[in-house]
């Protein structure tokens, strides 16, 4: 949370200071360039304006491209009498997701092109889906965990845990971040280019917290799955900075 607080501090310091600074130069808004950009946050675009000849703003969105992947899971109880469950289940897991951003650039040198940006991605919490790919399939196994105790539920296994259908016979899992990702970074190039062209290089991070992993609306923990999927959910929940590296090709419209 420290990081947080401390990039939401940058930005106001970055905004504040140099405002000033461009209300004395009188290159406040002048001028717009629009962007496309590429890379880990997706492909997007956006806009930006001075403000003073050492800071620029920019605002805009990214997608990132939605990547399948399929898996089967195995039913833990192989057969019940008088049903005929799936032995398996195909299920597959799906990327992808849409932020908007708001970004202040400071470039401390006149002169250079490099700069140190703060600001903040905001917008899609869920970054992976997964889900079996026919749907109601498990609508049988459904109706049968209704009436059936505790013991008797059956499910298809990750490592400890029984991944169980909900009430249409369908399996939906997610990974959640949050929705608010402050981020920080540091690049060369302008946002808003000298020339009529410009392009820009970035690397930075951006802070989404720590993932969570969601069953129908259960939570799934390390603890709850054991074996060696809840370790790798333990390990997924302290991979709480996304790498940035991004691309920008622009143009200066005015």
Not at 26 to 55: E, Q, R, W
Not at 134 to 159: F, S
Request: net charge neutral.
């Amino acid at each position: 949370m420290k990081l947080n607080y401390i990039s939401l501090a940058l930005v106001m310091v970055f905004a504040s200071v140099f405002t000033a600074n461009a209300q004395e130069d009188k290159n406040l808004f002048n001028h717009l360039s629009v962007g496309i950009t590429a890379g880990t946050p997706g492909i997007g675009v956006d806009v930006a304006m001075p403000i003073g000849h050492y800071v620029q703003a920019r605002a805009g969105f990214a997608t990132f491209p939605k990547i399948g992947v399929d898996t089967d899971l195995d039913i833990n109880t192989p057969s019940v009498s008088g049903y005929n469950f799936p032995e398996s289940v195909g299920i597959e897991a799906k990327t992808g997701f849409t932020n908007g951003k708001i970004l202040v650039d400071v470039y401390p040198f006149r002169s250079s092109s490099f700069h140190v940006t703060a600001g903040a991605y905001f917008g899609s919490s869920t970054i992976v889906k997964a889900y079996n790919k026919e749907n109601g399939i498990l609508k049988e196994l459904a109706d049968y965990n209704a009436t059936a105790t505790a013991e008797e539920q059956i499910g298809y296994e990750l490592g400890d845990y029984l991944l169980k259908p909900d009430a249409d016979g369908n399996i939906n899992a997610k990974i959640e971040t949050a929705a608010f990702k402050p981020y920080v970074g540091l690049g060369f190039g302008r946002a808003v280019p000298n020339k009529r062209v410009g392009f820009m290089f970035e690397l930075g991070c951006m802070f989404w917290n720590s993932p969570k992993l969601y069953c129908n609306q259960d939570r799934l923990t390390a603890e709850s799955v054991g074996g060696d999927e809840g370790g790798i959910i333990k390990t997924m929940s302290k991979i709480t900075v996304y790498p940035v590296l991004n691309f920008r090709l622009c143009g200066k419209i005015f």
